[in-house]
């Protein structure tokens, strides 16, 4: 069946550049996206890119899009404290089991002074 | 005012007690979904609801009914609690039409239940 897989913990220092990675298994999924969750609030939207998308840049973030293997990631530049979260991958799955996104365990990103 | 509210924040209840988490939005939409998030396990989905007359099971509803009262409230009820019922709930909205649309949810702030 469909799932997405990220890893658990990223840890960072204020400045650096921080990516996380995610690898999904539908190649049909239209959108993939990004979601992040700051400490005792529920998930927001934070980006997404199109299938058809290799790339898609929104100010300190990137999104890489690889079809081929599968993968997804997620590039914040100049790390603040702020970006201290934990964000989500997500592919489309209309019509799925899973209604119509499969989320990811998610990764905490912890971003150090 | 939050487009998508959860009542109560946060709960605590006895074993075997039944208990309902309710979920309102005010964003129009069709479609609400009820999660459950535990420590390393991410986000499960347990039902989910594509308009008033329909009712999905999720990854995990073993335990969890679930009641659609309106376009706009959407009930996630816990008939006998368990410990392991332990957890933070969120409701989510969305608007997706298909496949081909974008699917953006929308989430609550998240009811943190524990069950002693």
């Known amino acids: 069946g469909e799932d997405v897989e990220q890893s658990l913990f990223l840890s960072v220092r204020e400045g650096d550049s921080s990516v996380i990675n995610c690898t999904y298994t539908?190649?049909?999924?239209?959108?993939l996206y990004w979601y992040k969750q700051e400490p005792g609030a529920g998930l927001q939207l934070l980006t997404y890119i199109f299938s058809n998308m290799d790339m898609k840049q929104d100010q300190r973030l990137t999104v890489l899009l690889n079809k081929k293997d599968k993968h997804l990631s997620l590039r914040i530049a100049d790390t603040q404290t702020g970006d201290s979260a934990i964000y989500f991958c997500?592919?489309?799955?209309?019509?799925?089991?899973?209604?119509?996104?499969?989320f990811g365990k998610g990764t905490k990103l912890s971003v150090k002074p | 005012d939050a487009d998508v509210t959860q009542t109560p924040r946060n709960r605590i209840t006895k074993t075997g007690k039944r208990i309902m988490l309710e979920c309102s939005q005010t964003k129009g939409h069709d479609r609400m979904y009820w999660y459950r998030q535990d420590p390393g396990l991410g986000l499960r989905l347990i039902y989910y609801s594509f308009d008033v007359k329909d009712i999905n099971k999720g990854e995990i509803s073993d335990g969890y009914s679930v009641s659609r009262q309106a376009q706009a409230k959407f009930s996630l009820s816990l008939e006998s609690a368990i410990p392991n019922q332990t957890a933070l709930y969120f409701c989510?909205?969305?608007?997706?039409?298909?496949?081909?649309?974008?699917?953006?949810?929308?989430f609550g702030p998240g009811t943190r239940l524990l069950v002693l």
């Open positions: 997500a592919e489309s799955n209309p019509g799925g089991s899973q209604g119509n996104l499969i």
């Open positions: 989510a909205t969305s608007d997706g039409l298909s496949r081909k649309t974008r699917e953006t949810q929308y």
């Open positions: 539908d190649s049909s999924s239209t959108y």
